[in-house]
């Protein structure tokens, strides 16, 4: 019993730990992606921006307030997959008509006889009768 016990806090310690270390990863990670989505954006804009429209160059810290800002902007903040899949679950494909793809979509398993046997004709009349509609004087 005194074994099992060990065993189990010595897993709980390790799970713990590697949860801190993946926690300081992503931490790390996050401020690796701001300094390079900073850079990267200062560097663009002071290569393209003074060229096309004349406008000065930027530092480090004005880049990421651009980005800041365009992100409150046009981006917004929070995780909106969730949203998106609440809002959509259960519906099905419509029309604004009520026309419902999924029932009516049968149909076409009697597309390939139709062709071979009416398909072709049909379409050379149609082909005639457009070219004598064409042709005519209105």
């Not at 004005?62 to 899949?85: N, P």
Request: glycine share 8%; hydrophobic share 40%; charged share 30%.
């Amino acid at each position: 019993m005194k074994d099992y016990v060990e065993h189990q806090v010595k897993s709980n310690f390790e799970r713990v730990v590697k949860k801190i270390v993946k926690l300081i990863f992503i931490i790390i990670l996050i401020i690796l992606l701001f300094l390079l989505f900073g850079y990267g954006f200062m560097y663009l804009w002071n290569w393209l921006m003074p060229d096309i429209f004349g406008l000065t160059t930027v530092n480090y810290w004005q880049a990421v307030g651009i980005l800041l800002m365009a992100k409150i902007l046009f981006g917004g903040f929070g995780d909106h997959k969730s949203e998106k899949k609440g809002k959509k679950k259960g519906k099905k494909c419509r029309t604004g008509k009520g026309f419902n793809f999924k029932s009516d979509f049968s149909k076409w398993k009697h597309y390939e006889s139709f062709w071979q046997e009416e398909g072709e004709e049909a379409y050379n009349a149609y082909v005639e009768r457009k070219a004598k509609e064409r042709n005519s004087p209105e």
